[in-house]
C-alpha cells in the first residue's frame, strides 16, 4: 500500500469516527427515512375513498333506493342523506361534506322515458382535483346503475361507446405505490446533499481546514475522504428505505434490485457532488444546510414528478426541471419498482445523472483547488 493509499484510508476513517461522535449524521442517514416512510406511507394518500357525499331524494322509491345503494357500497363515498337541497348545500359549505346529488321528485317517471331521468350533481370545487375526482366517480357509478337496472328488466342499454378500463403497472391504483419510490429521491437528496454540505464548513469552522492544507494530502483525496464515507451512510439508507418500501408498504419491485442500486449509486453521487459544491462556497454550516434545502431538497420535492406532474406544469417551469437530478431519479424508481427494466426509460435518465454527477464533482474539484491552494 503506497502512501496516498494511506492518507486516503486515514483520512476516511477520520470522517467514519466523525460521524460515529456526531449523532445527527446517523438521524439524518437512519432516523429521516424511517420517519418519512412513515409519514407518507400512512399520512398521505393521492387517492379519494370514503369522500363524504350527500344525497337528498324528493321521493322515495324503489328505484331511488336502489340507486342510493350504490353508492353505500361503494368504498370511494360515504353516503350522508339529507331532507332538502338547502339543507345539504348548507352541510357542503360548512366542510362536512363534498358534493350533493339530488334526485328530483319525477326520478322514477323520467327514468322510463327515452330522455332519461337526469340527476343533479353538486361538487365542492375548492381543491379542483379531488372535485373532478368526484365528477368521474360520480359519473361512473350512474353508468354502471343504469347498466345495471337494463339488465334486471332484460333489456341492454345503448350506448355509442363502450368504454373497458385496462390499467397497467399500477392496478390497485394505489397512490402509495407511486408515492414511496418517489419518496426514496427525496430521502437520497436529502442525506447525500444535506450531510455533505456541512462537511467542509464543519472544517473550515472549526479551523481543521487549516491543518489539512499543510498535509501532504493532495486535494482529491480530501475530497475522495470526504466522499466516500457519505457514500456508504447513504447506500445503507437506500437498504433500508427500499427494505420498508417492499416488507412495510408493501411497494412491488418489477425491476432487478441490482439496477436499482446502480442507478442509486448514480444518483447519490449527483447530491454528493451538490453538497460538496456546497460546502466548499459556504464556510458556515448554517448557510451550508440553509443552502442545501433550498437548491436540492425543495427542487426535489416540487420540482421531480415526485408529487406533481411535470407535463402539467408551465413550459418555463418544465424547463427548469431539466437541471433537477431527482426528476431523472424520480423516473427510474418509479420506472423499475412499477414497470420492470424498461431500458428505453432508465438509460436516458441515467445517462443524464452520469453527466450531471460529473458537472458537479468536477466543480467541487476546481472550487476546492481555488479555495485551498
Do not use: C
Amino acid at each position: 500500500m503506497n502512501n496516498a493509499q494511506m492518507r486516503l484510508l486515514g483520512l476516511i476513517r477520520k470522517e467514519f469516527l466523525q460521524i460515529v461522535r456526531d449523532p445527527s449524521s446517523i438521524a439524518i442517514a437512519f432516523l429521516m427515512p424511517v420517519v418519512l416512510l412513515l409519514l407518507f406511507g400512512y399520512g398521505v394518500s393521492l387517492d379519494s375513498e370514503h369522500v363524504p357525499l350527500g344525497l337528498v331524494v324528493e321521493q322515495p322509491d324503489a328505484d331511488t333506493a336502489s340507486f342510493t345503494a350504490s353508492f353505500g357500497n361503494s368504498r370511494y363515498f360515504s353516503s350522508v342523506p339529507f331532507r332538502n337541497t338547502p339543507e345539504a348545500v348548507d352541510a357542503m359549505m360548512a366542510g362536512r361534506i363534498n358534493a350533493v346529488i339530488v334526485l328530483r321528485q319525477d326520478f322514477a317517471r323520467r327514468l322510463r322515458q327515452t330522455d332519461g331521468a337526469p340527476i343533479q350533481l353538486v361538487v365542492n370545487g375548492v381543491d379542483a382535483n379531488t372535485a373532478r375526482i368526484v365528477e368521474g366517480y360520480v359519473t361512473g357509478a350512474w353508468g354502471k346503475w343504469l347498466e345495471h337496472t337494463a339488465l334486471q328488466q332484460g333489456q341492454t342499454l345503448n350506448t355509442p361507446v363502450e368504454i373497458v378500463n385496462r390499467v397497467w403497472y399500477n392496478e390497485e391504483l394505489e397512490s402509495r405505490n407511486f408515492l414511496v419510490p418517489g419518496l426514496i429521491a427525496v430521502i437520497m437528496t436529502l442525506i447525500g446533499a444535506l450531510l455533505t454540505a456541512m462537511v467542509m464548513a464543519r472544517e473550515w469552522e472549526r479551523g481543521t481546514m487549516e491543518a489539512l492544507m499543510v498535509t501532504p494530502l493532495a486535494m482529491r483525496e480530501v475530497i475522495l475522504g470526504k466522499l466516500i464515507p457519505y457514500f456508504i451512510l447513504g447506500m445503507g439508507g437506500l437498504a433500508l428505505s427500499v427494505a420498508m418500501a417492499l416488507w412495510l408498504f408493501h411497494v412491488p419491485l418489477r425491476g432487478s434490485v441490482w439496477l436499482l442500486f446502480a442507478t442509486s449509486a448514480l444518483f447519490l453521487l449527483t447530491a454528493l457532488g451538490m453538497g460538496l459544491l456546497i460546502s466548499t462556497v459556504a464556510r458556515s454550516q448554517f448557510i451550508a444546510g440553509q443552502l442545501a434545502i433550498i437548491t436540492t431538497f425543495l427542487p426535489a420535492f416540487l420540482l421531480s414528478g415526485f408529487i406533481f406532474d411535470i407535463n402539467s406544469m408551465p413550459p418555463f417551469v418544465q424547463a427548469i426541471t431539466h437541471v433537477i437530478a431527482a426528476r431523472y431519479y424520480v423516473a427510474i424508481l418509479q420506472t423499475i419498482f412499477l414497470v420492470g427494466n424498461e431500458w428505453s426509460v432508465i438509460l436516458p435518465n441515467a445517462l443524464a445523472l452520469v453527466l450531471l454527477a460529473t458537472l458537479f464533482l468536477g466543480l467541487t474539484r476546481l472550487k476546492a483547488r481555488k479555495r485551498l491552494e
